[in-house]
């Protein structure tokens, strides 16, 4: 299979593309039924030991809870619900998005009630409706594979930067949007959000630091872990990081590339080192509570 840090997006596009329009099917079911949460929580997903997997969500007929799973070893789509049916829905080898979205909506129908999402693709460069997309239908086992343990090992070093933290934070997100995994920080206070798009007006109006890693689109197309604050003041991007990363003008983030790391003795340390880092330099010259900032290093531990 190789080794992952050496697999750019453009390896294996064709798998990448489908599967990350199969998140935004689990992404829009969230949306369409979770509570509405602050900086949109309720429409984040989660990278379990199976894969992309939503929360329990509220039934459609208002009787129990149902979940909805892209099963990355099998692989399926899984859809439950709390009474006990499951309906297991192949996502492979050769199946068009649109064929998945309708044997997933037909499961939650039957299972628990009909519901409607909005099939328009977001954050993406292509425009079909998930439930018309014939073009999207590659599935290859050992790059999604490859995709699951990378993304893995990074879920893992985003929950260890994130886990001294005492105040308040997001658990690793698996966005399907832009289709990343990231934690965010807040400080406590308020902020303007950059735009008023609905994402950005109601995911960016509290003073934060974003860490997090994504498999490589067409715009960046390396695994990577980056780091951002908003609002970011002037002088932002002159912070020194160490060793490890540096400053991507283009995207407005620190930016550390897999390969980096592919090198290092313990790369699961130099990617925590590089999140910390990241996150000691937006809290200096953000200027956040220096008490608060200093919980991220362990003081005072989160256990004593």
């Given at each position: 299979m190789g080794t992952w840090t050496d697999r750019e997006y453009d390896s294996w596009a064709e798998t990448c593309d489908p599967l990350h329009a199969l998140t935004q099917l689990l992404g829009k079911l969230a949306v369409a039924l979770a509570p509405p949460e602050p900086q949109l929580q309720h429409a984040a997903l989660r990278l379990t030991a199976r894969g992309w997997e939503t929360a329990p969500l509220p039934a459609p007929g208002g009787d129990g809870t149902i979940g909805a799973t892209l099963d990355l070893r099998l692989p399926e789509a899984v859809v439950e619900h709390s009474g006990g049916g499951t309906v297991r829905i192949p996502?492979?080898?050769?199946?068009?998005?649109?064929?998945?979205?309708?044997?997933?909506?037909?499961?939650?129908?039957?299972?628990?009630?009909?519901?409607e999402i909005n099939p328009a693709p977001q954050e993406v460069e292509w425009t079909v409706p998930l439930d018309r997309d014939e073009q999207h239908r590659t599935y290859d086992p050992d790059a999604v594979e490859g995709y699951f343990a990378a993304a893995t090992r990074a879920a893992t070093a985003?929950?260890?930067?994130?886990?001294?933290?005492?105040?308040r934070a997001t658990p690793v997100n698996a966005w399907w949007g832009s289709f990343d995994l990231a934690i965010n920080l807040f400080s406590g206070?308020?902020?303007?959000?950059?735009?008023?798009?609905?994402?950005?007006?109601?995911?960016?109006d509290a003073q934060e630091v974003a860490?997090?890693?994504?498999?490589?689109?067409?715009?960046?197309?390396?695994?990577?872990?980056?780091?951002?604050a908003h609002p970011a003041p002037a002088?932002?991007?002159?912070?020194?990081?160490?060793?490890?990363?540096?400053?991507?003008?283009e995207l407005g983030e620190f930016v550390l590339d897999d390969r980096e790391l592919a090198g290092?003795?313990?790369?699961?340390?130099?990617?925590?080192?590089?999140?910390?880092?990241a996150f000691r330099h937006a809290c200096l010259v953000c200027g956040w509570d220096p008490t608060l900032a200093a919980t991220a290093e362990g003081d005072p531990p989160p256990v004593r």
């Open positions: 996502l492979g080898p050769d199946r068009p998005v649109a064929a998945v979205v309708a044997d997933v909506l037909g499961a939650i129908a039957a299972l628990a009630g009909p519901v985003l929950a260890e930067i994130k886990a001294p933290f005492r105040g206070s308020p902020a303007e959000p950059p735009s008023d798009d609905f994402i950005m007006r109601n995911a960016m860490i997090g890693w994504w498999p490589g689109d067409r715009r960046y197309p390396r695994p990577a872990f980056y780091a951002y002088g932002f991007a002159e912070g020194d990081l160490g060793p490890l990363g540096g400053w991507n003008g290092r003795d313990d790369p699961h340390a130099a990617a925590v080192a590089f999140g910390r880092a």
